[in-house]
């Protein structure tokens, strides 16, 4: 490992993280693939959509625990502090994640608030529960993947993922035996999650031994629950945004004239383009782990403009030639009404790359300096485009709410990544630079 960041280095922390990314998204298109071919699919689809999008949003503070790892855990000492920090943050999600799914709370929720049908309502709630079994699996893989991220070992995240999707395959075969509707494709979700948890922490517990003991006080004391609190709660806030969009636009599009297709076409639109292009968010674990100079900025910067230029040309080739037929159609299942009404969208789906690039990209520098209390604004700034803009589908009601999201969606990352950016260089500003370069 070399003290600078080079091109080579970007590439090398980064090109596993590719396929762990890729490997993770193909499980919801390959899960959105196995639904498809239900009795219902426009139900079904419906279905897992709202129970996947409204339980990751109200558990997505868990997406900060491995970069809450890879911050604070330099020493044995510091795993009970941190793992007892977590389960904190992730009970309240998972109490409400309970009474969605055995109350009249998840009859509103669905019901009303993103105005699925009936038929959707009764699979998404049992669905959330199934779902919400994975919040120990989830802090688990937080803490393993932190760990091995820390060491840049990331070969072995794309080998945990590997026995999730072959783990996923296997399930969704298996549990309609057992399960039907939207079940079968949350308990086969955390059924492959349980197992790649399992690979990563075989990996992880060799790299933890090696860890020092760690002091109680001093330079190596754990960190404190203020001290965790403070570098993670803009990053909660940040990573709820995620899913908060995703809900936000869902909601608007369950007010639109035909919600339960408008649903399964955006659940569609959400699990191609993530699959597409969101390796760009491992530019957040790349800037924290590699960036600790100024002179580091400028290769991961060229890196970057790689990653949009490559993934934006797979969007174009994808969905503006006849391989959008085999996409939609022979892979995907997807019958001619829900076809037409997903490919507008997609066709939009290159220019996410330099949205989500840029905003991961600068999310991950501010965290590497430890400066995060913009990513909390951020992070709302996201969720408030992407409602203006999705509520033009109450005004235009009849127009393609899939169109509609994605804009809705992409307009979100940009926004933030103004605004992150204009936070980094009023950094750069104010700060005097040490005589070495040192961030």
Known sequence: MTDNVTL???????????????????SK?????????????????????????????????????????LAFLKTRRALGRLARF?????????????????TALGDWAFGDLFGASAAVVTQAKSATFLLSLSAPILITRSICFGLILMHQRTIFITYATLVRLASLGGSLV???????????????LVICMLLETAVALVFAQGIFR?????????????????????????????????????????????????????LAAFSIIYGLVSLLMSPM???VSTAQALVKTLADRRP??????????????????????????????????LQTELRNYCL?????????????????????LLAGVQNTTMLAASGVSRICVAVLISSFSLIFVTANGAVIGLVGWMAGYGAEAGLLAFQLRRLDAARVQPKNGAL
Request: hydrophobic share 60%; charged share 10%; proline share 5%.
């Open 300 to 333: 991961i910067f060229i890196f970057a403009l790689h990653l949009i230029a490559f993934f934006g040309l797979i969007g174009l080739v994808l969905f503006h030639t006849p391989l959008e037929s085999f996409v939609l159609v022979d892979a995907m299942g």
């Open 344 to 364: 507008p969208a997609l066709k939009l789906a290159f220019l996410m790359s330099a949205a989500w690039a840029y905003s991961a990209l600068f999310r991950g």
């Open 210 to 262: 090696n860890l020092p003991l760690g002091a109680e006080s001093g330079t190596h004391a754990p960190p404190g629950f203020r001290q965790q609190w403070r570098f993670s709660w803009p990053l909660m806030m940040n990573t709820s945004a995620e899913m908060g969009v995703v809900t936000a636009i869902s909601i608007f599009l369950g007010m639109s004239a035909q919600p339960d297709l408008a």
């Open 86 to 102: 977590m389960v904190l943050i992730v009970a309240l999600p998972w109490l409400l994640a309970q009474a969605i799914a055995f």
């Open 174 to 188: 298996l549990l309609p035996k057992f399960l039907e509707g939207a079940a079968v494709g949350a308990a086969a």
């Open 29 to 69: 298109s390959v899960i959105n693939a196995a639904l498809a071919r239900s009795p219902d699919q426009n139900v079904t689809l419906a279905a897992f959509h709202v129970a996947f999008t409204l339980y990751f949003a109200l558990s997505s503070s868990t997406e900060v625990c491995a970069v809450l790892t």
């Open 281 to 283: 968010r491992n530019l």
């Open 8 to 26: 080579r280095s970007a590439y090398g922390f980064f090109v596993p993280l590719i396929f762990m990314t890729e490997l993770n998204m193909i």
